[in-house]
């Protein structure tokens, strides 16, 4: 279980804000090689392989489109065929926690219920930024109330906690919470904390180092599509990727990390770097593309798809689920 940050009755600043950046995101190319586009056909995993699905940025609530997208996502991934064994969410689940009241945080939660509920296999739930109550600026929902911080994502989502693990069919799976609040600004950063660092060193002693892992986090450790989009010399913001990924990268490179999978962004990008080809590390597209107002620039509203290979390899396709538009 993770620890908690204090609460705060003061909010002094809000994060900062990705969605201006988004609007200038295109395709990027190089050494950092992305892959956006649907892909019809996805390979099947080799026999005693499985796959699953990786759902990010779905952002559901009642004021948009979201609903309705949502229940064809999920209709999708129900129709699979092999199907899936379980669903893996990358966070931001919820259109946002952060600057509205405490009445709206429980209908946006309701209304993700309502929905999931649809699905038809077992999924686990990664911690995303806007699941976060009251951490920004303008928030309206008090530090003495449930609905404030992670306490109700950790009690409803997240079997008590932020971060866990857990096994299937010879790979192991780690959601992290990637998502600290910043005291500085009063509102989120991405970090590791020092007690989840300490909790990853122990789950992956006891895995051991040939066991093939796979990894979750909201905020990616890596990206360059704010580079790409506005300068290549200039860093990511406090919130735009985990501050300390190298510290947690170094700790991963040890054991036999296979995949490490995102959100936040809400683009596709694929990284693989040549001098340390063991790890991929992929943003995994949107659910809600841009926040349910269409593609991000081409790439469709989707999903990933994983499959987890009986060798300890992996495939990966992006899939379009085919959005009916308004």
């Given at each position: 279980?993770?620890?908690?940050?204090?609460?705060?009755?003061?909010?002094?600043?809000?994060?900062?804000?990705?969605?201006?950046?988004?609007?200038r995101?295109?395709a990027?190319?190089?050494?950092?090689?992305?892959?956006?586009?649907?892909?019809?056909?996805?390979?099947?995993?080799?026999?005693?392989?499985?796959?699953?699905?990786?759902?990010?940025?779905?952002?559901?609530?009642?004021?948009?489109?979201?609903?309705?997208g949502?229940?064809e996502?999920?209709?999708?991934?129900?129709?699979?065929?092999?199907?899936?064994?379980?669903?893996?969410?990358?966070?931001?689940?919820?259109?946002?926690?952060?600057?509205?009241?405490?009445?709206?945080?429980?209908?946006?939660?309701?209304?993700?219920?309502?929905e999931?509920?649809?699905?038809?296999?077992?999924?686990?739930?990664?911690?995303?930024?806007?699941?976060?109550?009251?951490?920004?600026?303008?928030?309206?929902?008090?530090?003495?109330?449930?609905?404030?911080?992670?306490?109700?994502?950790?009690?409803?989502?997240?079997?008590?906690?932020?971060?866990?693990s857990?096994?299937?069919?010879?790979?192991?799976?780690?959601v992290?919470?990637?998502?600290?609040?910043?005291?500085?600004?009063?509102?989120?950063q991405g970090?590791?904390?020092?007690?989840?660092?300490?909790?990853?060193?122990?789950?992956?002693?006891?895995?051991?180092?040939t066991?093939?892992?796979?990894?979750?986090?909201?905020?990616?450790?890596f990206?360059?599509?704010?580079?790409?989009?506005?300068?290549?010399?200039?860093?990511?913001?406090?919130?735009?990727?985990?501050?300390?990924?190298?510290?947690?990268?170094?700790?991963?490179?040890?054991?036999?990390?296979?995949?490490?999978l995102?959100?936040?962004?809400?683009?596709?990008?694929?990284?693989e770097l040549?001098?340390?080809?063991?790890?991929?590390?992929?943003q995994?597209?949107?659910?809600?593309?841009?926040?349910?107002k269409?593609?991000?620039?081409?790439?469709?509203?989707?999903?990933g798809?994983?499959?987890?290979?009986?060798?300890?390899?992996f495939?990966?396709?992006?899939?379009?689920?085919?959005?009916?538009?308004?």
């Amino acid at each position: 279980m993770s620890v908690f940050p204090p609460r705060k009755t003061n909010v002094s600043a809000s994060p900062v804000s990705r969605r201006s950046l988004l609007t200038r995101v295109a395709a990027f190319t190089g050494l950092w090689s992305v892959s956006g586009v649907e892909k019809s056909g996805a390979k099947q995993p080799a026999s005693g392989g499985f796959s699953f699905a990786f759902l990010t940025d779905i952002h559901i609530d009642r004021h948009r489109e979201a609903p309705r997208g949502v229940r064809e996502c999920i209709s999708a991934v129900n129709a699979l065929a092999p199907s899936v064994e379980f669903v893996l969410t990358g966070g931001d689940l919820i259109m946002d926690a952060l600057a509205v009241d405490a009445g709206s945080i429980r209908e946006q939660w309701h209304l993700f219920d309502e929905e999931w509920k649809n699905l038809r296999v077992k999924s686990y739930h990664t911690i995303g930024n806007h699941d976060i109550g009251g951490w920004a600026k303008d928030a309206k929902v008090a530090a003495s109330e449930p609905e404030y911080g992670k306490e109700l994502f950790a009690r409803r989502y997240g079997n008590g906690g932020t971060y866990q693990s857990f096994d299937h069919l010879g790979w192991h799976f780690i959601v992290l919470d990637s998502v600290a609040y910043d005291e500085t600004t009063g509102g989120y950063q991405g970090w590791i904390d020092d007690a989840q660092l300490e909790w990853l060193k122990a789950d992956l002693l006891r895995v051991g180092k040939t066991t093939p892992v796979i990894v979750s986090t909201h905020i990616p450790f890596f990206s360059v599509w704010g580079q790409y989009t506005a300068d290549p010399r200039k860093g990511e913001s406090r919130g735009g990727v985990v501050g300390n990924a190298h510290l947690v990268r170094k700790v991963l490179s040890d054991y036999n990390v296979k995949l490490v999978l995102c959100g936040h962004g809400h683009v596709s990008e694929r990284i693989e770097l040549s001098h340390h080809n063991r790890t991929t590390y992929i943003q995994g597209g949107a659910v809600s593309g841009m926040w349910w107002k269409g593609p991000v620039h081409g790439n469709p509203e989707g999903f990933g798809l994983v499959s987890c290979h009986a060798d300890g390899n992996f495939t990966y396709e992006y899939q379009s689920y085919n959005r009916t538009r308004a």
